[in-house]
C-alpha cells in the first residue's frame, strides 16, 4: 500500500518533494499552508485533497502516516514535534531547528514517539556523493585526516529582504542555508567523526537591497525588508581524532564567477578524493609507483528523488535512515559553534 504524506508547507521545496512523491507513486492525502493561495496551487497541480491553513488539523487526520515539513527554519522543532506526537514519520527539511536546544527537543519527542525522522540533506543521495563514499569506505583514503568544503556564489542572496534573510526566522544566512549542505555532507563522507572544537567568522556585508547589485535570485526580492543574516563565513572544525574540516561558504562575494562553485575534498595517508560541482567524483592515489588520478562513474539519479525514495523506503521497512535526527543535531551543534566563535572572536569548545 503506498504512503500517505501529508506536506507541512506548500513553498518551493516542499512542491519539489511533492513532485517527486507523486512520481514515487505515494498518495498525497493533505498540505497545510498559512497562505490559502499556495494551497490552491498545489491542489490543482498535484491533486492533493485536503488542504489546511493550520498544520494541527491536518495532523489529527489518522490516515496520513508520515509528514514532510519545509517551512521556514523558525518552524522547524514546533512542527516536528507536533507531528512525532501525532504519531506522524517526519521528513524534516534542513537546518534540522534554529538552535540546539531546539534540535534537543525534537530529539526527546522522537524518542517517545518512535517514529522515523530523516533530515533533508539531499547532497548525500546524488550518485556522486555515493559513489566517492563507496570509495572511500573501500579503504581508496586510507585514513583521512583533513578535508574542506565549499561553495561560492558571486552574487546569489536568495530572496532578499524575505524570510531568508531574517534571523528571526531563519536563524542566520548563508551558513545555515548552504552551508549545512557543505558541512553534513563532508562530515558524512569523512565517516561523522565527533566534533570537539570550532573556530569561525560570519560576515554581513549586504544589508540592504539599495547596495546589493545582481544577475538574478532565486525567489523573489522584498523591497525594504530585513537581512541581519550573513551573506559569508569561513571555520575550521577540528575533531575528536585530531581531523580537521575548513567550511568556507558565500551568498555574495566580489570574486570570479567560479567553476564549479562548489566542492568537497578530503586527503587521507593513502589517496585523496574530491567532488567538483557536487556531479564530478575524483579519486587521487598512487599505483605502481606513480601518482594516479581516476575519475569515478556512477548511476546518475536525481538526489532530491532519491531521497524520497530512502524515506519510504525507512517507513516501510521500520528501519533508521541514512540522515539521522541525531546527525541532524551534531550539524546544528556545529553550526551553533560557528556562530558563537564569530561572535565572541574565539575558539568554542563542543561538549
Not at 524575505?162 to 549545512?180: E, Q
Not at 567560479?258 to 599505483?287: I, N, S
Request: aromatic share 8%; hydrophobic share 40%.
Amino acid at each position: 500500500m503506498p504512503l500517505s504524506l501529508g506536506f507541512i508547507g506548500a513553498g518551493n521545496i516542499n512542491r519539489v518533494h511533492m513532485k517527486d512523491a507523486q512520481q514515487l507513486g505515494m498518495n498525497l492525502a493533505a498540505a497545510a499552508d498559512v497562505a490559502p493561495a499556495s494551497l490552491e496551487q498545489v491542489k490543482t497541480t498535484f491533486g492533493i485533497a485536503k488542504t489546511y491553513t493550520d498544520y494541527r488539523e491536518m495532523l489529527r487526520d489518522k490516515s496520513i502516516d508520515a509528514v514532510v515539513i519545509g517551512t521556514p527554519n523558525k518552524f522547524h522543532a514546533a512542527q516536528a514535534i507536533a507531528a512525532l506526537q501525532a504519531g506522524k514519520h517526519v521528513y524534516l527539511e534542513k537546518p534540522m531547528a534554529m538552535n540546539v536546544g531546539e534540535s534537543d527537543a525534537i530529539l526527546a519527542a522522537l524518542k517517545k514517539s518512535r517514529k522515523i525522522l530523516q533530515m533533508g540533506m539531499s547532497n548525500r543521495f546524488s550518485g556522486a556523493s555515493q559513489a566517492l563514499k563507496d570509495y572511500i569506505d573501500a579503504g581508496g583514503c586510507g585514513n583521512i585526516y583533513a578535508g574542506q568544503s565549499w561553495w561560492f556564489r558571486r552574487r546569489g542572496i536568495p530572496g532578499f529582504g524575505g524570510w531568508f534573510t531574517t534571523k528571526s526566522m531563519s536563524g542566520g544566512g548563508a551558513l545555515i542555508d548552504i552551508g549545512v549542505h557543505m558541512l553534513d555532507l563532508a562530515v558524512y563522507l569523512m565517516g561523522f567523526p565527533k566534533p570537539v572544537a570550532v573556530s569561525g567568522m560570519t560576515y554581513n556585508i549586504w544589508k540592504n537591497l539599495e547596495n546589493y547589485t545582481y544577475v538574478g535570485m532565486w525567489g523573489k526580492p522584498t523591497p525594504g525588508g530585513k537581512k541581519d543574516v550573513d551573506d559569508y563565513a569561513l571555520a575550521l572544525i577540528r575533531f575528536v581524532e585530531g581531523q580537521t574540516l575548513q567550511l568556507n561558504v558565500s551568498w555574495a562575494l566580489n570574486v570570479d564567477f567560479m567553476q564549479p562553485e562548489q566542492g568537497v575534498r578530503l586527503m587521507g595517508d593513502k589517496g585523496g578524493v574530491e567532488l567538483k560541482g557536487m556531479d564530478q567524483p575524483f579519486a587521487y592515489t598512487e599505483q605502481a609507483g606513480h601518482l594516479v588520478d581516476v575519475k569515478l562513474h556512477f548511476k546518475a539519479a536525481p538526489n532530491h528523488t532519491q531521497t524520497m525514495a530512502h524515506f519510504v523506503e525507512c517507513v516501510q521497512g521500520n528501519r533508521q535512515p541514512l540522515a539521522t535526527a541525531q546527525q541532524g543535531r551534531t550539524i546544528q551543534s556545529i553550526l551553533d559553534a560557528i556562530y558563537e566563535s564569530g561572535k565572541t572572536g574565539k575558539e568554542v569548545r563542543l561538549k
